[in-house]
T-cell receptor, first 113, second 112 residues
Framework: DVKVTQSSRYLVKRTGEKVFLECVQDMDHENMFWYRQDPGLGLRLIYFSYDVKMKEKGDIPEGYSVSREKKERFSLILESASTNQTSMYLC????????????FGDGTRLSIL | QKEVEQNSGPLSVPEGAIASLNCTYSDRGSQSFFWYRQYSGKSPELIMSIYSNGDKEDGRFTAQLNKASQYVSLLIRDSQPSDSATYLCAVNYRYTGNQFYFGTGTSLTVIP
């Protein structure tokens, strides 16, 4: 089974802090994704990566950055956390090719105070 | 703009009934279609994938794809209270690699 591991299930930070969310997958997948999920808005793509050191902006990249130094690890960075970034953050990974599903981690519920 | 539309519900069915969930998509370049189940407070879990027109069955679940009409559906037979969750439809377009477009989900409640 595919295993996608997010570093924290719950996280509380203060406004202005730099926040790191880590994601590791064990299936040698090329593709990794960061989403946020808010009630009524569904899943929104923040950033994704097709390869090591590669990154692409999703629909809502403002206020976020990412890092992919190793194939198995994809990090999401909130440069200066704000209260409107309070959300559920979901990491996913998927194999190459359009027929491959994405597999999700357990999610990180982040609260910015 | 690639859109994936789902009826947000809530959809309520009695235990043992068939639950029917529908999803429409806007781009004819769509290639792959996935259904995820998400329990409250949990992350999405893949339950079905379908790539060709017609039906695909897996246990109590059947996915149906009609590319001409641009819709994909999920049928859950013999619905159980444990099926109560939000169901997300995801579409992968031919030219976007592994990037998915998600619907906002349909909330299903199975009443004992």
């Amino acid at each position: 089974d595919v295993k996608v591991t997010q570093s924290s299930r719950y996280l509380v930070k203060r406004t202005g802090e730099k926040v790191f969310l880590e994601c590791v997958q064990d299936m040698d997948h090329e593709n990794m994704f960061w989403y946020r999920q808010d009630p009524g808005l569904g899943l929104r793509l923040i950033y994704f990566s097709y390869d090591v050191k590669m990154k692409e902006k999703g629909d809502i990249p403002e206020g976020y950055s990412v890092s992919r130094e190793k194939k198995e690890r994809f990090s999401l960075i909130l440069e200066s956390a704000s209260t409107n970034q309070t959300s559920m953050y979901l990491c996913a990974s998927g194999g190459g090719g359009s027929n491959q599903p994405q597999h999700f981690g357990d999610g990180t519920r982040l609260s910015i105070l | 703009q690639k859109e994936v539309e789902q009826n947000s519900g809530p959809l309520s069915v009695p235990e043992g009934a068939i639950a029917s969930l529908n999803c429409t998509y806007s781009d004819r370049g769509s290639q792959s279609f996935f259904w995820y189940r998400q329990y409250s407070g949990k992350s999405p879990e893949l339950i079905m994938s379908i790539y060709s027109n017609g039906d695909k069955e897996d246990g109590r679940f059947t996915a149906q794809l009609n590319k001409a009409s641009q819709y994909v559906s999920l049928l859950i037979r013999d619905s159980q209270p444990s099926d109560s969750a939000t169901y997300l439809c995801a579409v992968n377009y031919r030219y976007t690699g592994n990037q998915f477009y998600f619907g906002t989900g349909t909330s299903l409640t199975v009443i004992p």
